[in-house]
């Protein structure tokens, strides 16, 4: 069992008990890695959204936590929670919303325009491997799909940062 896996499910039946303490050191242990991921996925001046997400990720987790130990034995929680805020996520992008950059010219702010234009997979795939630095099986664990799903995700992401890279050196000229 990984690191962090049993205490992860003996947590998760406590809080079915309704311990409050048990809830405590869940979020204690895993709101900073929620919400760093949401908000690089959002983008940098977007906290006040990424703060709402990362408590609608928290809530979303809290009703269905009765069925983390039963469903989930081998994907650690703090993956099942990013996997829950990558769906919250989808449902606040379904909705029209503006996100703008301060630097246009910002590889990062690029970046993240690049992957707010994928498909939701995509774009969490490769956020997942750029900003949290998960190796394959544990972005395949957090996007609920096979090893070799995930890494057609991250093939497909990658091809379309290069091509809209190209698309931008295309429209760039010497000439100013």
């Not at 760093?36 to 959002?42: A, E, T």
């Not at 990424?50 to 928290?58: C, I, N, P, S």
């Not at 096979?146 to 091809?159: D, E, I, V, Y």
Request: zero cysteines; aromatic letters at 6%.
């Amino acid at each position: 069992m990984q690191p962090g896996l049993e205490l992860d499910i003996s947590l998760a039946k406590d809080i079915g008990e309704g311990k409050r303490e048990a809830l405590d050191r869940v979020v204690n242990r895993h709101l900073g890695a929620v919400y760093r991921y949401v908000l690089r996925r959002l983008g940098p001046e977007q906290e006040s959204l990424a703060a709402d997400v990362t408590q609608d990720t928290f809530y979303m987790a809290m009703r269905q936590m009765k069925r983390y130990p039963r469903g989930t034995r081998t994907v650690p929680m703090r993956l099942w929670l990013l996997r829950l805020a990558g769906k919250q996520i989808a449902r606040r992008k379904a909705k029209p919303a503006v996100v703008e950059f301060e630097d246009p010219d910002d590889e990062l702010a690029s970046l993240r325009e690049a992957i707010a234009g994928m498909h939701e997979i995509e774009g969490a795939a490769i956020a997942l491997a750029l900003f949290e630095e998960l190796p394959p099986e544990e972005i395949a664990d957090a996007l609920g799909v096979s090893r070799r799903a995930a890494m057609r995700h991250l093939r497909n992401a990658l091809q379309r940062i290069n091509k809209a890279q190209a698309e931008e050196l295309e429209d760039w000229s010497i000439d100013g």
